[in-house]
């Protein structure tokens, strides 16, 4: 039985390396019909904080992968202290009485060649025992085979074949002074006591793996199988960090920035990994029945981003691709609540027939508050009268256009047929070309050069309101012409 876990640490909020993971853990579970596990690794009392478990949570689960079992280290810490112990009556661990000013508890002493305290390892077991129902202070730590040339040994599912000599492996902590359990042990006990299978995790963590192969020895039980994922790197070849590079990594910020959610697993998905063909947009089944280890890339991702934009290009594309694929009704409804953040009243109805008008011109959600937003308005953003005049034309014209315009769009039929038709037979008895009379209408009723389809916009508009706008248009004209004079 496939199981796997995602076993974030609530001290920041949720990292885009750390949604890759969840996403690559999810879908080997669904690909192989197994359990996903999220198991929050909150041990570290000191650096947690609500709020980032908080952002872990919302990132989540908007993403929009369930998880089937969920488990907090801060409810087992008990079972970890057992298990220590257990180590320790194998003769697997022992106590090791050095000052901490001497010697870390979780790394080597100023990590300068430490390995292993002789003084400590040879203690006999009467006297670590006296020494420590004496009260005095401890760390427990893993007794690291030092005899014979052994080695470590593991085959990881994207790295291959890894090993390292016991020889280079330090005396790690199991249980620090205080009596709590470190990382190392507590995550290896979980995957044991779990049940875990496979082990899918940064690429980053492969150094531990030597020492967490150890503790399931001294656990007594199997190690799972492992698969480390490639890093994801700034263009400048730095790790991803958030100190360093704040919003950029954090899987809000997409969310934030009007990302549909399926858009955005899909380019995580690409970054370090492949379906083996040419494939991009990907939905989320498209992936799952291809998903496979075999496809994901050892060299490190890059996310390309600039300090002025923190968005992927890419990322940005495949949204786009995402967009365009929904229907009508789907994204009226990832639209509305967008529209209403922005404190717009809009019925349903009114949205849904925008929406078609605007879907192949915007890349993110957010994007319909600048697109469409002269649908919502009840006055237009300022725009330049010049902007009125067609091309090889004059203000002359372009008054004579919206007079004639204005006069034809009170009688058609409000259709795309009949306005299509009204306007064009107006052109027709000016004698101008159809461009240069829509163009001053467009502008007019929108406020812009560049807009929706016209004659579905000034459907959707309607007739009292586009005779409006060409009024206050046709106040702009007549008022430059009279400062020009």
């Avoid at 070849?237 to 934030?256: F, I």
Wanted: hydrophobic share 40%.
């Amino acid at each position: 039985m496939i199981r796997v876990r995602f076993a974030p640490s609530p001290t920041g909020y949720l990292h885009i390396g750390s949604a890759r993971t969840f996403i690559f853990n999810w879908l080997f579970a669904r690909r192989n019909q197994g359990t996903m596990i999220l198991r929050i690794d909150d041990t570290d009392v000191e650096r947690n904080t609500q709020a980032s478990l908080d952002s872990i949570f919302d990132g989540l689960k908007w993403l929009g992968l369930p998880w089937d079992e969920f488990y907090r280290q801060s409810d087992r810490t008990a079972l970890y202290t057992q298990a220590a112990w257990t180590i320790f009556e194998r003769g697997m661990a022992y106590r090791d009485f050095t000052p901490m000013t001497q010697i870390g508890e979780d790394k080597p002493g100023g990590g300068i060649g430490w390995l292993f305290n002789p003084g400590a390892r040879e203690l006999s077991r009467e006297e670590s025992d006296r020494r420590a129902a004496a009260g005095e202070p401890f760390v427990l730590r893993f007794l690291v085979p030092r005899d014979g040339e052994r080695e470590i040994r593991f085959r990881d599912l994207v790295y291959g074949d890894q090993s390292k000599s016991c020889a280079d492996i330090e005396d790690f902590a199991l249980l620090r002074s205080n009596g709590m359990a470190t990382y190392h042990l507590a995550s290896c006990f979980d995957d044991a006591d779990l049940r875990i299978s496979h082990i899918v995790r940064g690429q980053d963590h492969l150094p531990n793996t030597f020492k967490h192969v150890l503790i399931f020895e001294g656990l007594g039980t199997k190690s799972p199988k492992f698969a480390h994922l490639p890093l994801l790197i700034a263009p400048d070849g730095a790790k991803l960090s958030k100190r360093r590079h704040g919003p950029v990594v954090s899987v809000t910020t997409y969310r934030d920035a009007g990302f549909l959610p399926q858009a955005y697993v899909n380019f995580l998905c690409l970054l370090g990994w492949n379906p083996k063909d040419d494939r991009e947009k990907m939905l989320l089944q498209e992936i799952v029945d291809v998903f496979s280890f075999e496809g994901v890339n050892r060299p490190n991702a890059v996310v390309n981003f600039t300090e002025q934009d923190p968005i992927d290009p890419k990322a940005l594309w495949l949204n786009s691709q995402h967009i365009y694929a929904l229907s009508h009704e789907e994204l009226t409804d990832r639209l509305a609540p967008v529209v209403a953040a922005a404190g717009i009243q809009v019925e349903r109805a009114h949205l849904l027939r925008i929406t078609p008008l605007i879907q192949e011109r915007i890349k993110t959600l957010n994007d319909v508050l600048t697109v469409a937003d002269f649908f919502f308005a009840d006055e237009l953003t300022p725009y330049d009268p010049a902007e009125l005049i067609p091309k090889k034309g004059d203000a002359a014209m372009a008054l004579k256009v919206l007079e004639s315009a204005r006069k034809a769009l009170e009688t058609a039929g409000f259709s795309h047929d009949g306005l299509d038709g009204a306007l064009r037979a107006e052109a027709a008895t000016l004698g101008v070309k159809a461009g240069q009379m829509f163009q001053p209408v467009r502008v007019a009723v929108c406020g812009r050069m560049v807009a929706p389809p016209l004659f579905e916009t000034l459907e959707v508009l309607g007739r009292e309101t586009c005779l409006k706008r060409i009024d206050q248009a046709l106040e702009k004209l007549r008022s430059r012409q009279a400062s020009q004079v």
